[in-house]
């Protein structure tokens, strides 16, 4: 037979604490739980409480007691804040495991309250939000989903939109008075829950995404407002906006124009690195004759420096970005906030 691995305690993640947990508390109590949760949580507690073979008795008493302890705190908390949560159980734990129980109970707490958020109708939160400083909208649309977070945005006014995505795009650690001030917003009876010195959310793809969302004039608006803050930030931008790949989403008539302004050399050492896919996708928009020529080139080539492969790349992908600029080309067929092109 197999020889079973016992479980211990200090080896335990979150998940298969859950799992430990709805074993303890036994059928009847954890039915009730489950009812409170999502299908996909629900199918993941079963497939941990599946894996638990033997539990050994100081691993559920472990567990129970870790439960019991956040539970209380977080009642402390509700009762009557944080600093009396803290002087509560400090006298009962000690001050080391006290922070750390608190600290635990806050980041729970702060996921609750975004995912809160993002059930609200964009359109209200937008609402909500409008007036408030620049810097609190972004951090309120970094811990949404970008769709969520595209649709807020372009309900905002204008001249603020660029300076929201730049903020976002240049995000990176959050001070607790920042994190006060989103609190604040989530909540008006929430108190500042925050032990961490700072956050790390946000950056440039946080702000890509969002855009990738977004309608065409929106996203330009945005980028040209980055632009006025930070050049080299809105390079960035642009530059994760659309990479060599993503000529895969060109139509047809895009990627013949596109080839009328691109060198063969250029071509024939992008596709170096490309897909089987990306190629015959372009070798479909040339003549036979090209089509062949560019392949027979492709397949004697040697090995060639991935620098220079990467080089030709991105001489291609500027010219995508200069031809959907200049509307000649429909550009990359994105999310569903982009524009729709008539023929």
């Given at each position: 037979?197999?020889?079973?691995?016992?479980?211990?305690?200090?080896?335990?993640?979150?998940?298969?604490?859950?799992?430990?947990?709805?074993?303890?508390?036994?059928?009847?109590?954890?039915?009730?739980?489950?009812?409170?949760?999502?299908?996909?949580?629900?199918?993941?507690?079963?497939?941990?409480?599946?894996?638990?073979?033997?539990?050994?008795?100081?691993?559920?008493?472990?567990?129970?007691?870790?439960?019991?302890?956040?539970?209380?705190?977080?009642?402390?908390?509700?009762?009557?804040?944080?600093?009396?949560?803290?002087?509560?159980?400090?006298?009962?734990?000690?001050?080391?495991?006290?922070?750390?129980?608190?600290?635990?109970?806050?980041?729970?707490?702060?996921?609750?309250?975004?995912?809160?958020?993002?059930?609200?109708?964009?359109?209200?939160?937008?609402?909500?939000?409008?007036?408030?400083?620049?810097?609190?909208?972004?951090?309120?649309?970094?811990?949404?989903?970008?769709?969520?977070?595209?649709?807020?945005?372009?309900?905002?006014?204008?001249?603020?939109?660029?300076?929201?995505?730049?903020?976002?795009?240049?995000?990176?650690?959050?001070?607790?008075?920042?994190?006060?001030?989103?609190?604040?917003?989530?909540?008006?009876?929430?108190?500042?829950?925050?032990?961490?010195?700072?956050?790390?959310?946000?950056?440039?793809?946080?702000?890509?995404?969002?855009?990738?969302?977004?309608?065409?004039?929106?996203?330009?608006?945005?980028?040209?407002?980055?632009?006025?803050?930070?050049?080299?930030?809105?390079?960035?931008?642009?530059?994760?906006?659309?990479?060599?790949?993503?000529?895969?989403?060109l139509d047809n008539r895009s990627v013949q124009r596109v080839m009328k302004d691109i060198?063969?050399?250029?071509?024939?050492?992008?596709?170096?690195?490309?897909?089987?896919e990306l190629r015959e996708h372009i070798f479909k928009n040339m003549s036979t004759r090209a089509a062949q020529t560019l392949a027979d080139?492709?397949?004697?080539?040697?090995?060639?420096?991935?620098?220079?492969?990467?080089?030709?790349?991105?001489?291609?992908?500027?010219?995508?970005?200069?031809?959907?600029?200049?509307?000649?080309?429909?550009?990359?067929?994105?999310?569903?906030?982009?524009?729709?092109?008539?023929?």
């Amino acid at each position: 037979m197999p020889e079973v691995t016992e479980l211990k305690y200090e080896s335990l993640v979150g998940r298969q604490k859950a799992g430990v947990l709805m074993v303890a508390l036994g059928p009847e109590v954890a039915g009730k739980i489950f009812a409170h949760l999502g299908d996909d949580e629900v199918e993941q507690l079963a497939l941990e409480i599946s894996d638990l073979k033997v539990i050994p008795k100081q691993v559920r008493a472990s567990v129970l007691e870790e439960f019991y302890e956040l539970a209380l705190a977080q009642e402390y908390i509700s009762l009557g804040g944080m600093k009396y949560a803290r002087d509560l159980l400090k006298s009962s734990m000690g001050g080391g495991k006290a922070q750390e129980l608190l600290r635990r109970v806050q980041c729970a707490l702060e996921r609750r309250d975004f995912q809160l958020l993002r059930k609200v109708d964009p359109a209200q939160l937008a609402n909500f939000i409008q007036n408030e400083h620049p810097q609190t909208i972004a951090l309120v649309l970094s811990h949404l989903d970008a769709r969520q977070s595209a649709d807020i945005l372009s309900r905002m006014n204008e001249d603020i939109q660029g300076d929201v995505g730049y903020r976002i795009a240049t995000m990176d650690a959050v001070s607790p008075a920042m994190v006060r001030e989103v609190e604040r917003i989530l909540s008006s009876t929430t108190e500042n829950l925050s032990t961490r010195d700072e956050s790390g959310i946000g950056g440039v793809q946080a702000i890509v995404d969002i855009l990738l969302e977004s309608d065409r004039t929106t996203e330009k608006r945005i980028i040209e407002g980055i632009d006025t803050e930070d050049a080299q930030i809105a390079g960035e931008i642009r530059n994760s906006m659309f990479v060599f790949e993503d000529l895969m989403l060109l139509d047809n008539r895009s990627v013949q124009r596109v080839m009328k302004d691109i060198e063969t050399s250029d071509l024939t050492l992008a596709l170096k690195a490309a897909s089987p896919e990306l190629r015959e996708h372009i070798f479909k928009n040339m003549s036979t004759r090209a089509a062949q020529t560019l392949a027979d080139e492709l397949e004697v080539m040697g090995p060639v420096k991935l620098k220079n492969v990467e080089e030709s790349q991105q001489k291609i992908v500027a010219v995508v970005r200069k031809l959907e600029e200049e509307g000649e080309i429909a550009g990359a067929a994105r999310g569903s906030g982009g524009e729709e092109f008539v023929y």
